[in-house]
């Protein structure tokens, strides 16, 4: 589902228009990723967490050369998966998309 489709799919279910929902979900996007700059995780009881974590420096490989390099340490955004959202999709009968 890309962005187009999820704002059909809300906009249906909450009897609102697309444009208002485009600008509700732009606007938690936003909102999140402003929290997320902070260094606040960002907790939706039930779906998730998003928070911010650091991932060390490592040695790695250019896979085209064998060549050793220095991967640099960097913060990165990781989701924890909420425990009813965990409890639907392992429940679920729905076949499993291949990634794109």
Do not use: C, H, W, Y
Not at 50 to 62: D, I, K, L, Q
């Amino acid at each position: 589902m890309n962005k187009a489709e999820l704002i059909e799919a809300v906009a249906t279910k909450t009897d609102s228009t697309k444009a208002q929902t485009a600008a509700m979900l732009d606007a938690l996007m936003a909102t999140v990723q402003e929290a997320l700059t902070k260094m606040d995780a960002v907790q939706l009881v039930g779906f998730g967490t998003f928070a911010v974590t650091e991932r060390a420096g490592r040695e790695g490989r250019n896979p085209a050369t064998g060549k050793t390099i220095t991967i640099p340490a960097k913060k990165v955004v990781k989701f924890k998966v909420g425990k009813s959202m965990a409890d639907a999709v392992a429940n679920s009968k729905a076949k499993v998309a291949k990634a794109r």
